[in-house]
T-cell receptor, first 113, second 116 residues
Framework: QKEVEQNSGPLSVPEGAIASLNCTYS??????FFWYRQYSGKSPELIMS????GDKEDGRFTAQLNKASQYVSLLIRDSQPSDSATYLC?????????????FGQGTILTVHP | GAVVSQHPSRVICKSGTSVKIECRSL??????MFWYRQFPKQSLMLMAT?????????EQGVEKDKFLINHASLTLSTLTVTSAHPEDSSFYIC????????????FGPGTRLTVT
């Protein structure tokens, strides 16, 4: 079982719709959770971080964390064509691996006009 | 805030030569810097973790004598690819965590290395 798994893509949504990206992780001691956006040929860009259970909203983005279910998601409201990218879920744990990110395989999102 | 730069953005070198890539945190002090490599259509692969003033920790399978990392200050880390070969051609990306942050990693723009 992979440490961080994302829902298989690619995901295609029409402009204006809600895009839902999901991620599960296997290590119960995971502490910090991140969503990165990566455009083709570019480096990842941090768009959301979440550390405690519940929802965190930032503009059109909402991250949801459920530690009991080991699940983190990202909702993008009013999706725009410019949101088309690969979305990476990343998780950190403590201990000797402090600060190291474990990435999911990424979900390719396409928002079509 | 939290801007990370890399230099150069793109480099072409001949096989057998060495290439140095710089990673700088521009507006914050970085406790730790990370170096990644990404091949086309693949996920990021962590190569090493670098802390200021100490030796880098390399991931399994990454040759420390080939990929030399120096972390001279809280704002600068360098990666030197020694005796580069065509199979080293890749997209190299660094990231940094803020000294007072909650281990959020901010990525540099990446360096595209082509070895001919």
């Amino acid at each position: 079982q992979k440490e961080v798994e994302q829902n298989s893509g690619p995901l295609s949504v029409p402009e204006g719709a809600i895009a839902s990206l999901n991620c599960t992780y296997s290590d119960r001691v995971s502490q910090s959770f991140f969503w990165y956006r990566q455009y083709s040929g570019k480096s990842p860009e941090l768009i959301m971080s979440i550390y405690s259970n519940g929802d965190k909203e930032d503009g059109r983005f909402t991250a949801q964390l459920n530690k009991a279910s080991q699940y983190v998601s990202l909702l993008i409201r009013d999706s725009q064509p410019s949101d088309s990218a690969t979305y990476l879920c990343a998780v950190t744990t403590g201990g000797t691996s402090y600060g190291k990110l474990t990435f999911g395989q990424g979900t390719i999102l396409t928002v079509h006009p | 805030g939290a801007v990370v730069s890399q230099h150069p953005s793109r480099v072409i070198c001949k096989s057998g030569t060495s290439v140095k890539i710089e990673c700088r945190s521009l507006d914050f002090q970085a406790t730790t810097m990370f170096w990644y490599r990404q091949f086309p259509k693949q996920s990021l692969m962590l190569m090493a973790t670098s802390n200021e003033g100490s030796k880098a920790t390399y991931e399994q399978g990454v040759e420390k004598d080939k990929f030399l990392i120096n972390h001279a200050s809280l704002t600068l880390s360098t990666l030197t690819v020694t005796s580069a070969h065509p199979e080293d051609s890749s997209f190299y990306i660094c990231s940094a965590t803020h000294l007072t942050g909650r281990n959020e990693q901010y990525f540099g723009p990446g360096t595209r290395l082509t070895v001919t």
